[in-house]
């Protein structure tokens, strides 16, 4: 099994700032994503984290805007930039190991 | 494309009361199933899986099984219990996407 870990766990931001947010594994995972989940809704995918290559995006979802990180099996960033009260929602990371995907808490971003 | 439909609810039940939440998927190919679970201020957790038709997922008393005659995946629970309480996503699996459900939330009261 995968522990997947999160931070911040939440932040109130200004708009037009970036936060950026970070997702450790405790274990090698082979594909790692996130999803964005706003009040009262389902996941919806961001993006898959590709280890040393640019992340692959989902429709509706740009890199200026969600740029991705992961340097390795067990780490990713997401940086959500420029910042709008839209932007307010629980940013989730998840990992898929052989047949199981883990989720991280969550990160419940709040733009004022 | 592939989707799940899932009861919306919110279901609000009494404590040992019987539970079923609809879960019906779209799929061109051969899709693996997965509950996954909810509870306030946390991530999802896995509750149940299934990977091909006619196979039960179970778990802590919950319980679905994959139907590919009806495309369903309904999650039940014989009794339930006030720490049940959370939201329930039905999710499927193929290729490398994974879709989820609308998520159903579900209160059980004292």
């Known amino acids: 099994s995968a522990v997947i870990s999160q931070k911040p766990s939440r932040d109130i931001c200004q708009r037009g700032t970036s936060l950026t947010i970070q997702c450790q594994v405790d274990s090698q995972v082979t594909m790692m994503f996130w999803y964005r989940q706003q009040p009262g809704q389902s996941l919806t995918l961001i993006a898959t984290a590709n280890q040393g290559s640019e992340a692959t995006y989902e429709s509706g979802f740009v890199i200026d805007k969600f740029p991705i990180s992961r340097p390795n099996l067990t780490f990713s960033t997401l940086t959500v930039s420029n910042m709008s009260p839209e932007d307010s929602s629980i940013y989730l990371c998840?990992?898929?190991?052989?047949?199981?995907?883990?989720f991280g808490p969550g990160t419940r971003l709040t733009v004022t | 494309g592939d989707s799940v439909t899932q009861m919306e609810g919110p279901v609000t039940l009494s404590e040992e009361a019987f539970l079923t939440i609809n879960c019906t998927y779209t799929?061109?190919?051969?899709?693996?199933l997965f509950w996954y679970v909810q509870y306030p201020g946390e991530g999802l957790q896995l509750l149940l899986k299934a990977t091909k038709a006619d196979d039960k997922g179970s778990n802590k008393g919950f319980e679905a099984t994959y139907r590919k005659e009806t495309t369903s995946f309904h999650l039940e629970k014989g009794s339930v219990q006030v720490s049940d309480s959370a939201v329930y996503f039905c999710?499927?699996?193929?290729?490398?996407?994974?879709?989820f459900g609308a998520g159903t939330r579900l209160t059980v009261k004292p």
């Open positions: 799929a061109t190919g051969y899709p693996s």
């Open positions: 998840s990992g898929r190991q052989g047949s199981e995907q883990y």
């Open positions: 999710a499927l699996r193929s290729d490398n996407d994974m879709r």
